[in-house]
Nanobody
Framework: QVQLVESGGGSVQAGGSLRLSCLLS????????LGWFRQASGKERERVAN???????NYVDSVKGRFTISQDNAKNTVYLQMDSLKPDDTATYYC??????????????????WGQGTLVNVSS
């Protein structure tokens, strides 16, 4: 059974940095396309950063140049480095995964696996 567990959230002042971690169990990270989503209070969930395919990344415009997604296959962990944080980044951040079909060289369309979320609060 695939499980995702996030850590690293917390409170930080605007301009500060945080690094979120997501530990994947039940599958090698190379078999899963991982991403980060967030949901702020009263808003819809949005995709923040993700691996479109293995090694290929994508970011929402509002975080480009500030956030970086990466993964460590040896640790079965994906990270979200968040720099120059803004109050608008305040949200619960979720790690999510979708199956990678190696025969086709692509990720599944839907995210099947979700973590429990970690709260990031950025104060002005």
């Amino acid at each position: 059974q695939v499980q995702l567990v996030e850590s690293g959230g917390g409170s930080v002042q605007a301009g500060g940095s945080l690094r979120l971690s997501c530990l994947l169990s039940g599958s090698p990270v190379s078999n899963v396309c991982l991403g980060w989503f967030r949901q702020a209070s009263g808003k819809e969930r949005e995709r923040v950063a993700n691996f479109v395919n293995l090694g290929i990344t994508n970011y929402v415009d509002s975080v480009k140049g500030r956030f970086t997604i990466s993964q460590d296959n040896a640790k079965n962990t994906v990270y979200l480095q968040m720099d120059s944080l803004k109050p608008d980044d305040t949200a619960t951040y979720y790690c999510a995964g979708r199956r990678y079909y190696s025969n086709y060289g692509r990720c599944d369309y839907e995210y099947t696996y979700w973590g429990q979320g970690t709260l990031v609060n950025v104060s002005s």
